[in-house]
């Protein structure tokens, strides 16, 4: 298997399209590489700008097909109404609209109401504990390397998650390599 630092050779045909969260939360733990197995990643502008701010992640700097999405696509206004009712900001509304032009992408996000209002409109959605466990599927991080990084989250990320669920997916992690 590979190692954290290790290239991917062979990516994925999945093209993802990321809201901020997963990619801050994967480089404040170190794990940000994992994106380089999609084939595309798309980030959307107002995304680009929220990153940079908070963590400046210099996206050149990864091996990882970056797409960086300039402006906002147009939004039907059934979808733009839901968007708002939801109250999700500006880089969750440019990720839904850039789904609605790549409507078989994978929606990375782990704000709650972005994954309800994609799921309601049909588009498949994880997360950054989803990454984390799609490495061991694919071959890119051991289970124990994975089960450290899920520990590490707690206190190394921003990221918020149930302890209950933490340690579900931990112990599911377990049951299934062990």
Same mark, same amino acid.
């Given at each position: ?7 991917? #050779?062979? !990516?994925? #045909? @999945? ?5 901020? &969260? =997963? ?6 733990? &170190? ?6 197995? *999609?084939? #595309?990643?798309?980030? =959307? ?13 210099? *996206?050149?700097e990864n091996d990882i097909a970056w797409l960086l999405v300039p402006a906002r696509l147009p939004l039907e206004r059934s979808i733009n109404t839901i968007c708002t009712l939801f109250a999700?900001?500006? &880089?969750?509304?440019? /990720? ?6 790549? =409507?078989?992408?994978? *929606?990375? @996000? ?7 209002? /994609? &799921? +309601? ?9 989803? $990454?984390?466990?799609?490495? $061991? ?5 051991? =289970?124990?390397?994975? $089960?450290?990084?899920?520990? !590490? $989250? ?7 998650? +149930? ?10 992690? #377990?049951?299934?390599?062990?």
């Amino acid at each position: 298997m590979l190692n954290g630092a290790s290239v991917v #050779k062979s !990516r994925s #045909k @999945t093209v993802v399209v990321c809201d901020a &969260g =997963p990619l801050i939360h994967l480089h404040e733990v &170190g794990c940000l590489h994992l994106l380089a197995d *999609f084939q #595309k990643v798309i980030v =959307p502008h107002g995304v680009e700008n929220e990153v940079v701010r908070y963590r400046r992640i210099n *996206f050149a700097e990864n091996d990882i097909a970056w797409l960086l999405v300039p402006a906002r696509l147009p939004l039907e206004r059934s979808i733009n109404t839901i968007c708002t009712l939801f109250a999700l900001d500006s &880089g969750e509304v440019e /990720a839904i609209s850039i789904l609605t032009h790549e =409507p078989d992408a994978l *929606f990375l @996000t782990d704000d709650a109401a972005a994954r309800i209002v /994609a &799921g +309601k409109l049909g588009y498949q959605v994880h997360g950054t504990i989803g $990454i984390l466990v799609r490495a $061991i599927r694919r071959d890119l991080l051991e =289970p124990e390397e994975v $089960i450290e990084t899920l520990e !590490r $989250i707690r206190y190394e990320s921003t990221l918020h998650i +149930k302890e209950s669920l933490l340690q579900e997916v931990i112990s599911t992690i #377990k049951e299934n390599t062990g």
